[in-house]
């Protein structure tokens, strides 16, 4: 271990300003005090040399010099101060885990109070009234709403995602619809009017802002979203594994003891057992939800060796492979296009229905089709018709440029139209893709927004 490490700070002049007034005191005696300072796998000190002097004005009797920007009585500089906010911030770690760091890398033996402490100092230094002036003037209308839990207390956090700024946040003792209610209602009464809230698939927001800003689109986070559909996935993943588990354990019991040479070999001739087809599986689970462009070519033999095993997790990969497709930054339009549709069927009101001649998503001008939507099927002219007897049915044709061809059909004798089975009536590709949507969303009225990004607490 290495020698502790001791940086000597003075402020000792003769004459030091009243901290009140500014009036110059004459110094009456010499103090000294020790304080923990910061350095990586070391022990650091400061010691601070100040001193007291006698007040020659009416604002006291007499006052003390401190050169440091931490209270007087404080064991610790701003250095561990600093690290300790930036554990809790910027690497999300809670408050025992921050402890446990701190005494790892600085040998600091810290207490639950001094964290929250550091909270408290941090957000006395801020110049609150500067800061929301600046952030009504950059709000860019999306607000992120989040908790981040911290032992027993929790800091709700509102955040811009496009300018990258923090609008506000609060510590409070209990994480409940009171609170953040009161917490949205002060972002309220400072000017703030959000036309988009982002959060997670909480319970406690949809309620709380609906009340206060009921004007506000309440959208989810792809994030939390695509996080909710993978652990949806590991659970899958999980049963299989379990199962393939507990055939192993399953039929006769082997004989006592280490098996013979034989044995081993021909247990070897018949590759792995279920056991071990279990083990194999639970190592490499997270590779069912790792995207396709980041796996590896030793994490894709890893792959079909697991879908070698459990046929079943190629169906959960090829999903969790859609999932991450559908929420593409490039699928906001369609998305869009989607939503505006579905707002259509419950309207009655068609799209460009209002003036400027009919607007479209994205561009606010002409509508693009997407190359990732199938264009819908438009009916058949009367000169594409061919002809037919009135007990025929129309024969399905497909277009080929300006020829048409219908496909070979079997020759058979046909049979009278009452006989004939019912056709499933024709689907819009439009009309297909909201219900799909609305399969896979249940049909709740909030929107999908990639707009969420981590942001420091403080800037």
């Known amino acids: 271990m290495l020698a502790p490490r001791v940086r000597v700070v003075r402020c000792v002049p003769k004459t030091h300003p009243c901290p009140s007034c500014g009036k110059r005191g004459r110094r009456k005696r010499h103090l000294r005090r020790r304080i923990r300072s910061l350095a990586y796998r070391q022990e650091a000190h400061l010691d601070v040399h100040y001193a007291e002097y006698r007040a020659r004005c009416a604002c006291r009797k007499s006052f003390r010099s401190w050169p440091l920007d931490v209270p007087p009585r404080s064991d610790y500089d701003g250095l561990v101060r600093q690290a300790v906010l930036d554990r809790l911030l910027d690497d999300g770690l809670n408050v025992e885990r921050t402890r446990e760091a701190m005494k790892r890398d600085f040998f600091l033996e810290l207490s639950s109070g001094f964290v929250y402490d550091c909270l408290d100092w941090r957000l006395a230094r801020l110049n609150l009234p500067g800061h929301r002036q600046r952030t009504l003037e950059n709000f860019s209308g999306t607000l992120c709403v989040d908790e981040l839990h911290l032992g027993k207390h929790t800091l709700l956090l509102a955040t811009d995602p496009i300018s990258d700024q923090v609008i506000g946040f609060a510590l409070v003792s209990v994480n409940d619809q ?22 997670d698939g909480s319970n406690l927001y949809p309620a709380v802002l609906a009340e206060v800003w009921p004007q506000a689109a309440h959208q989810l986070c792809v994030f939390h979203v695509l996080q909710d559909v993978t652990n949806k996935v590991l659970d899958a993943v999980r049963r299989l594994r379990r199962a393939c588990q507990r055939r192993g354990n399953a039929g006769r019991k082997g004989k ?23 083990a194999f599986i639970f190592k490499r689970r997270h590779l069912i939800v790792k995207r396709a462009e980041s796996l590896s070519e030793q994490e894709r033999a890893d792959l079909e060796v697991t879908f070698g095993y459990e046929a079943e997790l190629r169906v959960l990969w090829r999903f969790s492979q859609e999932i991450y497709r559908v929420w593409q930054t490039e699928q906001s339009r369609k998305v869009a296009a989607v939503a505006m549709d579905s707002a259509e069927e419950q309207s009655g009101v068609p799209r460009g229905g209002g003036t400027g001649g009919g607007v479209g998503v994205a561009g606010r001008g002409e509508a693009e089709q997407d190359a990732g939507v199938l264009p819908a099927v438009a009916p058949a002219a009367a000169e594409d018709e061919q002809p037919r007897r009135e007990d025929e049915q129309a024969a399905a044709l497909r277009r080929e440029g300006a020829v048409q061809v219908a496909p070979a059909q079997e020759h058979r004798p046909l049979r009278p139209a009452a006989h004939q089975p019912p056709r499933a009536p024709a689907q819009d590709a439009r009309t297909a893709t909201a219900s799909c949507w609305r399969r896979l969303t249940g049909g709740a009225p909030v929107g999908i927004s990639e707009n969420c990004r981590l942001s420091s607490l403080f800037v």
């Open 178 to 199: 009171a609170h953040l209610r009161r917490f949205l209602l002060m972002l309220k009464y400072g000017g703030l009017l959000p036309r988009a809230v982002i959060s």
């Open 256 to 278: 006592r003891g280490r098996p013979n040479e034989g044995a081993r070999k021909r247990r070897a001739g018949k590759g792995p057992t279920n056991k071990e087809k279990a």
